[in-house]
């Protein structure tokens, strides 16, 4: 079987397509009983009909990921896709970590996502990523070749504006990204943002900024796991 999530620009409604068999089904996705969206577990997660004038019959294919903590060999070589988000974690405990190990496993990390058949490659980085919130610009760039990182930044891609913020909040002794400060700059910049965002990701679930940005089309985020 195939499972594909999509927004469906005429209904403005999540769609879950389901193909067996040479048949295809649509149906509405349906809220459960706490008010949640349904969740569909496959490797293309999203695809969505772009609402630009430049391309009106293009199915954006859109993968987001989190939480891989090392282990992202074992997710292979993804099927082939126009975006590709990670929503963070990419380290396990990088706290407890030498700079070497924590070093060696960015960069074998962004071999990985580099080797990813995706147009557009982004990274929204998590808490555990204490490495990669002390590099400076030019070292992720050497390290992440083919990423960009948005911390409290957007991006602009197939029509679509995406905004990532690293912040989450836990009990967990990783806490890049964390801090009171940075916090009250994400909300002070998530104002900035308001109206303007189809794509929110967050490291973690943030109801006051996503409530501040209102994204047009999709909030998705990691960390709760």
């Known amino acids: 079987d195939c499972y594909r999530f999509y927004f469906h620009k005429e ?4 769609v879950l397509n389901v193909s067996h068999g040479g048949k295809s089904i649509d149906a509405h996705v349906n809220r459960d009983s706490k008010g949640r969206k349904a969740v569909v577990h496959h490797n293309e997660l999203a695809r969505y009909q772009p609402q630009t004038k430049e391309s009106t019959s293009h199915r954006l ?40 190990h924590s070093d060696w496993y960015a960069r074998q990390f962004g071999k990985w996502f ?30 992440f070749p083919d990423a960009t990182f948005l911390l409290n930044e957007s991006i602009e891609v197939f029509g679509l504006t995406i ?11 990783n806490k890049a990204w964390q801090s009171p400060k940075f ?11 308001a109206g303007k965002v189809d794509v929110l990701i967050t490291h973690g679930p943030c109801k006051e ?16 796991h």
């Open 209 to 224: 900024i996503a409530s501040i940005v209102q994204p047009k089309l999709m909030y998705n985020y990691g960390h709760i």
């Open 61 to 100: 294919r859109v993968i987001v990921i989190s939480d891989t903590h090392e282990a992202h060999r074992y997710l292979g070589v993804l099927p082939p896709y126009d975006i590709l988000i990670h929503a963070g974690d990419i380290m396990l405990c990088s706290r407890l970590r030498t700079s070497w």
């Open 11 to 14: 209904s403005k409604k999540w």
């Open 114 to 143: 580099s080797s990813q058949p995706a147009t557009v490659r982004i990274i929204v980085p998590g808490n555990h990523d204490m490495p990669i919130e002390r590099m400076t610009a030019a070292q992720r760039a050497d390290i």
């Open 163 to 173: 905004w990532g913020c690293p912040y989450s909040h836990g009990k967990s002794g």
């Open 183 to 193: 916090y009250r700059q994400s909300v002070e910049l998530a104002h900035e943002m």
